[in-house]
């Protein structure tokens, strides 16, 4: 049904990028997994912490291409969560760029897929190569189509009438990639995490809770980071109890761990997907 597969290796048919996944394939991803979609401000609204100031947003504009914002907004995330309560530093977490790694490579019936994510929140002390294995939060850069446009009019002779619009980046757009990015996040991670797609402006938020697949479409950037700095304060007992756990048995199973430190976590994905 769904084999996923995380060495790095050759395969018989092209791997198609996360980017390239279509809304019709994630929903037979979800169909095939019996997950349901639901709108997470229904079924788990966000808490605000209080005195949490207003966090500002990220103009993409001002860069001329994703790989030219990517560090800046790496910055720009580790700062925003530090203010939201999350321990950043030697102690606590740190923010990867990992918007050129190919952090994953899976088969989904005949098909395969690769991909990664532009960021990654993770413990302080993780390098690159294992991010994967303890990924917190995967964090999707997306420039809208009115930073673009406002790019082109920097770099080039554009009428201003292209830029009027002061469009977002829809969850729409980048349905396919984040829900097919989040699945194979958990496949691979041993801890429950969360997946931002984000244009700076708004932010489009996934996690999976039991059998569904919680979209915060449209959050303010104060209101995903404040849900973020409430959960990182169970993030270092979990890992600490993954780490025992892997001591004590090493042919435990990830997956169940986590879903015994979080119980509201996916429950039946660890055989589906952690076929490996």
Known sequence: MFDAEFAARNTEAKSIAFPSVSGATANQLL???????????????????????????????????????????????????????V????????VLDLHKT??????????????GVDGAVVPYDVRAASAAKVLRIGI????STADKATIR???????QAEVAAPWQYSFKEGRGQVVCCLLAAYAMCQLP??????GGKQHHMLRLRGDLLLVYEGCTPTQVL????????????????????????????????AAALDTDSVA?????????
């Open 102 to 115: 190919s952090m994953y490579h899976m088969k989904i019936g005949r098909k395969r897929y690769r991909g």
């Open 31 to 85: 169909e095939d997994l019996r997950l349901l979609e639901a709108d997470g401000f229904e079924q788990a609204p966000f808490e605000s912490p209080a005195g949490v100031s207003d966090i500002d947003t990220f103009d993409f504009s001002q860069f001329v291409d994703e790989d030219a914002e990517t560090p800046s907004f790496v910055e720009y995330h580790q700062k925003s969560l530090q203010a939201c309560g």
């Open 193 to 198: 995490l969360d997946l931002d797609l984000t």
């Open 226 to 257: 404040d849900a973020v700095g409430l959960a990182s304060v169970a993030w270092q007992s979990q890992e600490a109890a993954i780490a025992h756990a892997v001591a004590v048995n090493e042919n435990s199973e990830p997956h169940a761990d």
């Open 87 to 94: 321990c950043m530093g030697r102690s606590g977490y740190k």
């Open 268 to 276: 039946h994905l660890g055989s589906e997907l952690l076929q490996v």
């Open 140 to 143: 999707e850069h997306k420039q």
């Open 153 to 159: 009019m920097k770099h080039a002779d554009v009428l």
